[in-house]
């Protein structure tokens, strides 16, 4: 490009002045292009560039058919720093090459048609500044009319609003995201205006809040809406439209209808006045949280939690519950009061405030442990000492201290469950005391049993030895009366001596019937008494009986009944035990002149019994008969014997298998019985 300093031009009117652009327009040579030199340029072309030159508004004109581009200085700025300008002289379509598809067009069609345009914010991006550069203009293009009436040139006024439209879209795209911030918003939204409270906004939890849509209630009264809410929240809207107060509501509860069911719930609010520029009052903007959820399940936690302090309150054994490392007692029923003995206000205070004789008993330590570590503790039969009434007193406890979790897991306070057992404890040792008593007594008794035993024993040794040794002498002397007895019988005049002698044989008779007994004893203690059964009719041994009554002569013996009864048993024993019994009733029913054998047989057994008319036996006494050395007491008289008589037929039938028994009225007699299991001794 060549610039020519032509003084000549410079005479132009219309190219005087005009600032750089206006310099740059005169400095061009514009011999080389299709316009010739200024001074051949048509009236108009001068006409219009001297309105652009002296233009303080942004313009361009492109002339005729190359569009040569001539511009001001007011336009100079859209062109970059560096880039297409200068451009004056240039052709339109290589200055402007990247929009020519655009505005080329426009240009060409404004120069065929006289048709002018006019766009605003037009986005034509263009090459400045090194770059394609985003550039937003609000610009028209005319028509030029040249001189011949034809359109020469466009007219370009244009403004760039790169910059506005940036702004308008920051806006608009800060408004775009505020209203979806809005809309999105966990909270409930909703701009109320007039008193017809009309909604202005309303966002989706506002709409999910009233079961609409939140795009179908803008325009509508709320309370259109929501008629069920109305007794509730106007008069609340209307005091905030008209106070101008911000009001705060927190878990407040409401409901609507929804398929004409009511939905409860609960709403932390907030009621703001909505003020326009003037600072009139002129709607309520209403933000509300759905706090339901919160406050039921708070609700149920004070619910469950007052159950479980009724529960703890009422329970018939001691409960307390210590929060904090510190034991602060925050609960402690009536049954726990009591044993601590210090009067009801003990709820608040810490545990070691409260029971400060424990300091020294190991509990404190247990309280921390099972709070440090988080593992139970129990205690069974403790020994602690409290202080009641200002004396200290010992009492036993079962008692456990168990961690109580947060629900983030953590251990927050001990539960103490404890039961007084001091009396039951206190029974125990006395149980414990006496049980080593009675094992002492015991320990003794058996002593005394087994040094009874041995003198028994010691007893029984010397009887059997005595009657041993006594038999062979007491049998010579038998003999010896015998002989003598006979002798005598033949002498004359020697019937004193007769006497003497009858008198000495019945009591070697008496000392044999003793020695027999204790003999027999002898051999039963120690279980010598062998039986040697065999078949023999009862009235056997009952003849032999009846001789031996008849001998002494004092009694007579009436046998009755079955007395041909075969039984099989040990002849010999079985006699002995009928002469004890026989013998007893002549002994102590000496007045009882008859004595009554009766045999009884029924098929199973045979039953002998002997009965008197005695003086009886009292009925205590029946149940002992039969034991070894027991004798009645007959008050006064004394009989002869040892105690064995019965004990010994018990014994004796024992080993038969048989049974004995014995009933007796005083004054009227007694009556002895045994029975023999029937046997043929094939069995
Ligand atoms: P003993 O005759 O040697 O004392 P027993 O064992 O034969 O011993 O008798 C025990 C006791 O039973 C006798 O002491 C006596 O008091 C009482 N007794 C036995 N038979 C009769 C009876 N027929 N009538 C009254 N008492 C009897």
């Known amino acids: 490009m060549t610039f020519v300093q032509d003084t000549a031009r410079s005479q132009y009117s219309f190219l005087q002045g005009g600032g750089e652009m206006g310099e740059l327009t005169r400095a061009f040579n514009w011999e080389e292009t299709s316009l010739g030199p200024p001074s051949e340029w048509p009236q108009s072309l001068c006409t219009a560039l001297g309105i652009i030159l002296h233009s303080a508004f942004p313009m361009f004109l492109l002339w005729g058919e190359d569009f040569i581009c001539f511009y001001n200085d007011a336009y100079r700025p859209s062109l970059g720093i560096n880039g297409k300008h200068p451009a004056v002289g240039k052709k339109g379509r290589e200055v402007w090459k990247e929009i020519w598809d655009f505005s080329g067009r426009l240009w060409e069609n404004v120069m065929n048609t006289g048709e002018q345009c006019w766009f605003e914010d037009q986005l034509v ?130 409901y609507i209808l929804v398929a004409d069911e009511q939905r409860n719930g609960y709403l932390d609010l907030v009621y703001q006045p909505y003020r326009e520029d003037d600072g009139e009052i002129s709607g309520v903007m209403i ?126 306070g001990v539960m103490n469950t404890a039961a007084d057992v001091t009396e039951q404890v206190l029974a125990l040792k006395k149980v414990e005391r006496s049980e080593a008593e009675l094992l002492e007594t015991k320990q003794r008794l058996e002593t005394e049993l087994l040094a009874g035993q041995q003198l028994q024993q010691q007893k029984d040794d010397f009887i059997g030895i005595a009657s041993h040794e006594l038999k062979t002498p007491l049998a010579t002397l038998k003999g010896s009366m015998q002989l003598l007895s006979r002798r005598v019988r033949d002498i004359e005049g020697l019937e004193k001596v007769e006497n003497l002698i009858r008198l000495s044989n019945n009591s070697i008779n008496k000392l044999s019937h003793l020695l027999e007994e204790l003999l027999n004893d002898t051999k039963i203690s120690e279980g010598q008494l062998q039986l040697k ?40 024993r079985i006699e002995q035990a009928l002469i004890n019994l026989v013998n007893n009733a002549m002994k102590y029913a000496p007045q009882s002149k008859s004595i009554q054998i009766q045999v009884e047989h029924t098929g199973s057994e045979t039953t002998i019994s002997v009965q008197d008319q005695g003086p009886g036996i009292p009925a205590e006494k029946l149940p002992h008969l039969f034991k070894r050395y027991y004798r009645v007491d007959t008050g006064g008289i004394q009989f002869s014997g040892l105690g064995l008589g019965l004990f010994i037929v018990s014994e004796i039938i024992q080993r038969h298998q048989g049974r004995l028994g014995v009933e007796s009225t005083i004054d009227q007699g007694s009556r002895f019985w045994f029975t023999i299991p029937a046997g043929d001794g094939t069995g």
């Open 287 to 412: 933000l509300c949280q759905d706090v339901t959820e919160q406050v039921t399940s708070r609700m149920q936690l004070q619910r469950s939690e007052q159950r479980i302090r009724s529960l703890i309150e009422n329970a018939p054994f001691p409960i307390g519950v210590y929060t904090g490392r510190e034991m602060t007692i925050s609960l402690a029923n009536q049954a726990i009061i009591d044993i601590w003995g210090k009067g009801p206000d003990v709820t608040g205070k810490r545990y070691c405030e409260v029971l400060p004789e424990l300091a020294t008993q190991t509990v404190f330590e247990q309280l921390d442990e099972v709070y440090t570590r988080g593992t139970p503790f129990n205690a069974v039969n403790q020994h602690l000492k409290l202080m009641k009434n200002g004396e200290l007193r010992s009492y036993y406890f079962n008692y456990t201290f168990t961690p109580l979790y947060d629900s983030g897991g953590q251990v927050y």
């Open 533 to 572: 059964k065999s078949s023999f009719k009862v009235s056997e041994i009952i003849d032999d009986c009846r001789r031996m009554v008849d001998i002494i002569g004092s009694h007579q013996l009436d046998p009755l009944g079955d007395l041909e009864t075969t039984v099989f048993a040990d002849k010999q």
């Open 125 to 254: 991006p263009i090459y400045r500044n090194g770059q394609l550069e985003d550039v937003y203009w609000t610009f028209s293009y005319s028509p030029v009319y040249g001189d011949s009436g034809q359109v020469d040139g466009v007219f370009v006024t244009c403004t760039e609003t790169t910059e506005k439209v940036r702004n308008v879209n920051a806006l608009v795209e800060s408004e775009r995201r505020f209203q979806n911030l809005i809309r999105e918003a966990p909270l409930g939204i909703v701009v109320l205006s007039g008193r017809e409270m009309i909604v202005q906004v309303a966002n989706k939890a506002y709409g999910a809040l009233i079961n609409r849509d939140y795009q179908d209630v803008l325009g509508k009264p709320v309370f259109d809406l929501v008629p069920e809410t109305e007794r509730t929240f106007r008069g609340i809207i209307e005091q905030v439209m008209r106070t101008g107060n911000t009001t705060y509501y927190e878990a407040f509860p409401y």
